[in-house]
């Protein structure tokens, strides 16, 4: 499950925008990966954006880009170790895959990429059992749980400002 915005609607920082086109891309929103194949309680740096949740889609089911001239046509990108927001190889918009594990169990039994693939279903909960829509709905509930004691942590501070 991706949970994303829209719009920054305030909750945005202002690091470095790439200039993909004649519109640019627009500030940094934040971006929730639930799976039980996230590398879970980290924050990945690499140049994303709205695309990036297509492009994900398109690698991990092996599907082509939508059309020729699409954002999804670009390539994932390379930064330099000092600098993790700034792509070395603009323009550039990552894929998500960097916040993933997907080489688990099901590459050392020897099941390979087709059951990983049936897992991800089931994980999102699509027909999936009950077990697995609860462990996601607890990641779900987890993810929630940390922005919200973020957020109350953040209002006396902001209070104090005006």
């Known amino acids: 499950m991706v949970i994303t915005f829209d719009e920054g609607g305030g909750y945005y920082d202002s690091g470095f925008i790439q200039p993909l086109d004649y519109f640019g891309d627009g500030p940094r929103i934040p971006l929730i990966a639930v799976s039980p194949f996230s590398k879970g309680g980290k924050i990945v740096h690499s140049y994303t954006d709205h695309v990036s949740i297509l492009k994900f889609i398109e690698r991990n089911w092996r599907l082509a880009p939508l059309t020729g001239r699409s954002r999804d046509n670009l390539p994932n990108p390379r930064s330099a170790h000092d600098n993790p927001y700034v792509p070395l190889n603009m323009p550039a918009i990552g894929d998500l895959f960097d916040m993933f594990d997907f080489g688990s169990d099901d590459d050392r039994q020897g099941r390979g990429e087709g059951a990983t693939n049936q ?15 609860a462990s996601c709905r607890a990641a779900v509930d987890r993810s929630l749980g940390v922005l919200a004691a973020r957020r109350a942590s953040r209002r006396p501070a902001q209070t104090a400002r005006r």
């Not at 897992?119 to 829509?133: K, L, T, Y």
Request: hydrophobic share 60%; net charge positive.
């Open 119 to 133: 897992r991800i279903i089931a994980a999102a909960g699509v027909s999936a059992p009950a077990p697995a829509r």
